[in-house]
């Protein structure tokens, strides 16, 4: 399997914005974003359905986040707004024939994660 590509992380600092790219996605698939502070677990933050009309949220990222793909391009978007410290991590995409509803995502479920792009919002 083709392992997505990560891009556009970086240091920023608290409420600016950041847009996140996945490449390589492939349209029949659902695409998921998680991130991984330092001692923490991976967690979820968002995934869009292949068509990319439907999409679920972490409760922490509703409202500033916000996922949507272009499957002309292979790539997956995720458009980050009013970040937060509580926002700094690795940030890996993955992709999934598995849709969830609700926020109970298993990142077990997923495969061809990428190498992760490093998010680190400081002032």
């Known amino acids: 399997q083709e392992q997505l590509a990560e891009s556009g992380g970086g240091l920023v600092p608290p409420g600016s914005s950041l847009r996140l790219r996945c490449g390589r996605t492939?349209?029949?698939?659902?695409v998921g974003w998680f991130r991984q502070a330092p001692g923490k677990e991976r967690e979820f933050v968002a995934a869009?359905?292949?068509?990319?009309?439907?999409?679920n949220y972490a409760d922490s990222v509703k409202g500033r986040f916000t996922i949507t793909r272009d499957n002309a391009k292979d790539t997956v978007y995720l458009q980050m707004n009013s970040l937060t410290s509580e926002d700094t991590a690795v940030y890996y995409c993955?992709?999934?024939?598995?849709?969830?509803?609700?926020?109970?995502?298993?990142?077990?479920?997923?495969?061809?994660w990428g190498q992760g792009t490093q998010v680190t919002v400081s002032s």
């Open positions: 869009i359905k292949g068509s990319g009309g439907i999409a």
């Open positions: 993955a992709r999934t024939t598995t849709w969830t509803d609700g926020t109970s995502w298993d990142a077990s479920d997923f495969h061809s």
């Open positions: 492939s349209t029949p698939y659902v």
